[in-house]
C-alpha cells in the first residue's frame, strides 16, 4: 500500500487527478450496483405487485358488485314466480275457478246457455285450460261479466268473442255473446316430463319422414 502511495506521489499532478477521478468513479459504480440499482429494482418490483395486487382487488370488488346485482335480480325473479304461482291455479283449483267465473256470467245477469270445458293446450311448462260459452244478456251485462273477470286473482282471458245481433223486446236490447274463457295452470314435473318425452318422440319422428 506504501509503495502505491510512493508512485502515486511520484505521479504528476494531472494524472493524480485522474486517478483520483476513475478511482471515485470505481466507488460510485461499486455502489450503484451493490446498493442502488438493487433498490430501484426491488422498487419496481413492487410496484408491479401493486398494480397486480389493486387489479385483483378491483376484480373481486367487481365481482362482489356484480353479486349483489345478481342476488338482488334473484330476489325480484323469486318474488314474481311467487306472484306467478298465485296467480295460476293448480290443477285442484280449476274446477272451483271454472264454477267461480260460471257464477260471476250469472251474477253479471247473463243468462248462460252454454259453459263448455274444451281440451287442454299444452306448453312446455304450462297448459291453457279453454271454456266454451254462450251467454245472452244486454250491453251493460255483458260489459259488467267481463269487468269482473278482468279483476279475478287468477290470470283469465277472454278470447274469439262473437256478438250476434241485438234482439229487442220492449224496450230491452239483448244479444248472444259466444267466445273462449281462458285460464292456465302449471303442469306438475310428471306433466312436464311427458310432455319432454312426447316432443321427443314427434321430433324423432318427424326427423324419419323428412325425405318424402
Do not use: C
Not at 20 to 34: D, R, T
Amino acid at each position: 500500500m506504501n509503495q502505491f502511495l510512493d508512485q502515486f506521489q511520484k505521479l504528476p499532478r494531472s494524472q493524480r487527478w485522474l486517478v483520483a477521478g476513475l478511482g471515485y468513479l470505481f466507488i460510485l459504480v461499486a455502489i450503484w450496483f451493490s446498493l442502488i440499482s438493487p433498490t430501484y429494482d426491488a422498487i419496481d418490483s413492487g410496484e408491479a405487485q401493486k398494480a397486480d395486487l389493486t387489479s385483483k382487488r378491483d376484480a373481486v370488488r367487481a365481482r362482489a358488485s356484480n353479486r349483489a346485482a345478481f342476488e338482488a335480480r334473484l330476489e325480484v325473479l323469486a318474488a314474481k314466480l311467487k306472484q306467478a304461482l298465485k296467480e295460476l291455479p293448480n290443477d285442484r283449483e280449476i274446477p272451483g275457478l271454472l264454477n267461480e267465473i260460471d257464477g260471476l256470467a250469472r251474477k253479471s245477469g247473463l243468462d248462460v246457455r252454454k259453459f263448455q270445458p274444451l281440451p287442454e293446450v299444452m306448453h312446455e311448462y304450462y297448459a291453457e285450460v279453454p271454456v266454451q260459452i254462450m251467454m245472452d244478456g244486454g250491453y251493460h251485462e255483458i260489459g259488467i261479466f267481463f269487468d269482473r273477470v278482468s279483476k279475478m286473482s287468477r290470470i283469465v282471458s277472454v278470447t274469439d268473442i262473437d256478438m250476434g245481433s241485438p234482439n229487442q223486446s220492449g224496450e230491452e236490447v239483448s244479444l248472444t255473446v259466444s267466445g273462449k274463457v281462458v285460464t292456465y295452470r302449471f303442469l306438475s314435473d310428471a306433466e312436464i316430463q311427458q310432455n319432454q318425452q312426447r316432443n321427443a318422440a314427434n321430433a324423432a319422428g318427424g326427423g324419419g319422414g323428412g325425405g318424402e
